[in-house]
């Protein structure tokens, strides 16, 4: 089994800043894609950003030049650097990445627990 668990979630005011972590535990060969996704209420699930095993990132057009993912692939950590947050940002916002427990298994999607990001105006 493998556990996601965010952390640094919070409320800010407009044009503050939050960064949020989520840290990769339990039995791991290795990991591929890691991510973050926010749902709003009464909306869908959507990809905030995602980054490769090799560093490679990529991010919704809503959140380019304010957002930043990074990751530490020796601690199975992805991160997320949220600066101008903007009241539309208020989610909650959910870690996922691509697990294989062992090189027999092939990548499964695993996803944390949600931690909630309020950003007042």
């Known amino acids: 089994q493998v556990q996601l668990v965010e952390s640094g979630g919070g409320l800010v005011q407009a044009g503050g800043s939050l960064r949020l972590s989520c840290a990769a535990s339990?039995?791991?060969?290795?990991?591929?894609?890691m991510g973050w996704y926010r749902q709003a209420p009464g909306k869908q699930r959507e990809l905030v950003a995602v980054?490769?095993?090799?560093?490679?990132?990529a991010y919704a057009e809503s959140v380019k030049g304010r957002f930043t993912i990074s990751r530490d692939n020796a601690k199975n950590t992805v991160y997320l650097q949220m600066n101008s947050l903007k009241p539309d940002d208020t989610a909650v916002y959910y870690c996922n990445a691509q697990v294989a427990h062992s090189a027999r298994y092939s990548f499964a999607d695993y996803w944390g627990q949600g931690t909630q990001v309020t950003v007042s105006s």
């Open positions: 339990g039995t791991i060969f290795s990991v591929n894609g």
């Open positions: 980054i490769s095993s090799g560093g490679n990132a």
